[in-house]
């Protein structure tokens, strides 16, 4: 398996409090890799020092294949980043912007420019001073900075932030059609739903550490099973349910019974139980596993700085 991001126990300690606390990494090649993480949960530093923005305090980071930070001018070259809210200069247009940027790239850079901007939908924006965008603009622009040096890796902090439901839609869109062309797309995001409906593989990350790491429907299905219920007499049912040991826990959700079961039972059992003890069940079906429940097990808060 080709990989395009390795790290092995790689830490970034400030002072006694480690932002990021021995991650072990593997990206592969060719897809669109989600970091998740609350608040405070290191995202933003591990880009950082991915990136070589800040020294890692030790372990190991490979980009494209290349060490780093011994070789990541080699690996920068071939690497698009937008790290937190992309920032440009106000006063120049959104063209003059990327020409700046052209100017330090190869000399195939500049020809990219008008491309890039017809791939993020600003080309008629495009000659319009940058300090009249909108935030969802600026991450458009951030996007087409990036394009410039044909990148084989994309690493994007956040980059729904700012958008309404039809910008991160477009950015939804924009992101698969980036994997469709073979690049790898790296991108931390705290927005779960959206990370599960554009995501191939994830990462969740909490305290610095990366807790679990695979494909998004493996993640989100993983752990026990459950069931929705609707019932003639919830009461009794859940009396009916909470006798049976192999039932983990029961919870009540607008009117219908969120079931959890462990091992050994199965719908058809819980079904028998319920209609015996003279509940009429009207709805048994297995709930949809989501990468939201899944974080939520995981993670130890929603608050926090990062």
Do not use: W
């Not at 920068?76 to 006063?91: C, D, K, M, N, T």
């Amino acid at each position: 398996m080709e990989t395009v991001i390795e790290t092995r126990a790689l830490t970034k300690r400030f002072g006694n409090r480690a932002a990021v606390d021995g991650v072990d990494l593997v990206v592969p090649a060719g897809v669109a890799f989600g970091f998740l993480g609350p608040n405070g949960a290191g995202k933003t530093t591990m880009i950082r020092t991915l990136l070589g923005l800040t020294r890692a305090s030790s372990g190991e980071v490979s980009l494209l294949g290349l060490p780093q930070p011994a070789q990541r001018r080699e690996a920068l070259a071939r690497v698009g980043a937008i790290v937190e809210e992309p920032r440009f200069h106000p006063h120049l247009t959104g063209r003059e912007n990327l020409k700046v940027v052209a100017a330090a790239r190869d000399a195939a850079a500049e020809g990219r420019i008008d491309e890039s901007l017809a791939r993020v939908g600003l080309t008629q924006r495009a000659n319009d001073r940058v300090k009249t965008y909108s935030l969802g603009m600026r991450q458009r622009l951030g996007i087409a900075r990036c394009l410039l040096a044909d990148p084989q890796l994309l690493i994007l902090d956040e980059p729904m932030n700012g958008l309404d439901p039809a910008g991160i839609l477009e950015m939804r869109h924009l992101i698969r059609a980036f994997v469709d062309e073979g690049r790898t797309v790296f991108l931390s995001s705290h927005l779960l739903d959206e990370v599960e409906k554009t995501c191939d593989t994830v990462a969740i990350v909490d305290r610095g550490r990366v807790i679990l790491q695979g494909a998004v429907s493996e993640i989100a299905a993983s752990g026990d099973p459950t069931l929705l219920l609707e019932v003639d007499d919830v009461p009794r049912a859940r009396n009916v349910l909470a006798a049976e040991p192999r039932i983990t826990k029961i919870e009540d959700e607008a009117g219908e019974l969120r079931v959890t079961l462990s091992d050994g039972i199965g719908p058809a059992e819980v079904n028998r139980a319920l209609v015996a003890a003279g509940v009429a069940v009207s709805r048994l079906e297995p709930a949809r596993a989501t990468l939201e429940e899944k974080f939520l097990a995981v993670t130890s808060r929603l608050e926090g700085n990062e």
